[in-house]
């Protein structure tokens, strides 16, 4: 890929990462609609790198205090001392789903799964489910219920969301969209459920990130400096415009609905089936 493809690629990705919108859609998308190459999802997991870097530079003091706090358990033999480290278990546990899914379905997530039709499908299926949760959500709310916060979320919680974060293996489907999703179903707040959808993030990031950039480290061109100077250079635009959606995101959620993004899924997912139905675009 050229360098232009490159930036805006990871601009993309820096913006919808950790929206619910499905970030590994519009890296499918974007070049569709532009008559660029499919990049890949090597290509996508490893700009997740620098989304990663994104979300451990803004949390990095709940990163440190969570670490902290897990390795005074195996300091004291005892899991789940504090909260903090009864979180970052929940955190290990909740990641396991995806972890696992992931490897049994490797094959199609970089094939079949990459499909405009599946990711319009993903996109509707996700907007309804989410646009059902608020349902839930300003029912609670009428009835004098306000959602828990982060230091309230439990152990049925954290397994709820983890599995809820493993279908954001089909592209179009958003890990931040999936958890959020799970998050507000298990009764947490809109900021609450970002916050731990942002957490979880860690390491199911990192896991897809590091296992893709070695496994497609020829196909990447990583061999050539010029290349790997370009993926640097993509993985610090990433990691720039994530930083600043992150803060966007939990302020907007902080007073706001998701109604704009459950909206935008579906016009999204309209444009799509219009094109494809047109011949424009092509499936795969």
Not at 80 to 103: E, K, N, R, Y
Not at 139 to 162: E, K, M, T
Not at 214 to 234: F, M, N, Q
């Amino acid at each position: 890929m050229g360098l232009i493809e490159i930036l805006v690629l990871a601009v993309v990705q820096g913006l919808t990462e950790f929206l619910p919108v499905s970030s590994t859609a519009h890296l499918r998308i974007v070049p569709a609609l532009l008559g660029w190459k499919d990049p890949g999802a090597a290509f996508s997991a490893v700009l997740q790198i620098g989304t990663l870097a994104a979300v451990l530079t803004y949390f990095w003091r709940d990163v440190v205090r969570i670490g902290a706090a897990m390795l005074g358990d195996f300091r004291q033999r005892k899991l789940g001392s504090s909260h903090d480290a009864q979180l970052g278990w929940m955190i290990v546990v909740a990641t396991i789903p995806i972890i696992i899914c992931g490897l049994i379905f490797k094959t199609q997530i970089k094939t079949s799964w990459r499909s405009l039709e599946v990711m319009c499908a993903a996109l509707v299926v996700v907007a309804v489910l989410l646009a059902a949760a608020e349902f839930v959500v300003r029912r609670r709310l009428a009835h004098g219920r306000a959602g828990r916060d982060l230091n309230q979320i439990g152990w049925r919680d954290a397994i709820a969301v983890g599995f809820a974060q493993a279908t954001a293996l089909v592209p179009g489907t958003s890990r931040s969209g999936a958890t959020i999703f799970g998050g507000l179903c298990c009764g947490l707040s809109r900021e609450a459920a970002a916050r731990f959808s942002f957490l979880l993030s860690i390491p199911s990031i990192s896991a897809a990130g590091v296992y893709q950039l070695i496994e497609a480290r020829d196909e990447l061109g990583l061999a050539s400096p010029v290349e790997t100077a370009k993926l640097a250079v993509a993985l610090v635009v990433t990691a720039a415009v994530g930083y600043a959606t992150i803060p966007w995101l939990l302020a907007f959620l902080r007073n706001r609905t998701t109604t704009i993004f459950i909206v935008y899924r579906l016009l999204l997912a309209g444009a799509l089936l219009a094109l494809l139905a047109g011949g424009q675009l092509a499936a795969l």
